[in-house]
């Protein structure tokens, strides 16, 4: 076997690798990047493999790379996880009973109002197109409904 032979067969077989390694859950740029990694300890290692040993050989360092990847990237989001994520903020818990109050004074136009600005984030026009109102007279009756809302819980 000649070496352009050779070359295409390395080839063929790190496009098997890249195949395999997407088929077990690994993403299509990080698996083209162990392959590459592949290529370079192919090109690290003094002699030529045979072509019966090739294949095998570039798998087992293929899949270990992806170990490796793998125990890296959960090892980095454990370390994220322990320094931004503390036990204090998990066992925060709000009580919202004063809102809930507050809010079962006030008529249910207001309140549908108030839940599709802030509960489900929706805009203006976007409301208006819904309510079929304008937007400017919408941003007025908001206004009004968080000072009369401020005014209930204030009261408490």
């Not at 290692?45 to 270990?64: M, S, T």
């Not at 109002?113 to 309510?131: A, C, M, R």
Request: a neutral charge.
């Amino acid at each position: 076997m000649n070496l352009t032979n050779y070359e295409k067969e390395v080839m063929a077989i790190l496009n098997e690798l890249i195949g395999y390694l997407i088929k077990n859950g690994c993403g299509e740029q990080d698996a083209k990047d162990i392959a590459q990694d592949t290529i370079v300890k192919i090109l690290e290692i003094e002699d030529v493999l045979p072509y019966n040993k090739i294949r095998p050989w570039i798998f087992r360092v293929g899949i270990n790379l992806y170990y490796n990847l793998y125990n890296r990237k959960k090892r980095y989001q454990e370390i994220l996880h322990q320094q931004y994520y503390s036990p204090e903020w998990l066992e925060l818990k709000v009580d919202y009973t004063e809102l809930h109050e507050a809010l079962e004074k006030l008529e249910l136009k207001e309140v549908i109002l108030l839940l599709l600005k802030y509960e489900e984030g929706l805009s203006f026009d976007e409301i208006g197109f819904i309510l079929n109102r304008p937007k400017e007279s919408l941003k007025t009756e908001l206004y009004r409904i968080r000072k009369k809302l401020r005014r209930i819980m204030e009261a408490r």
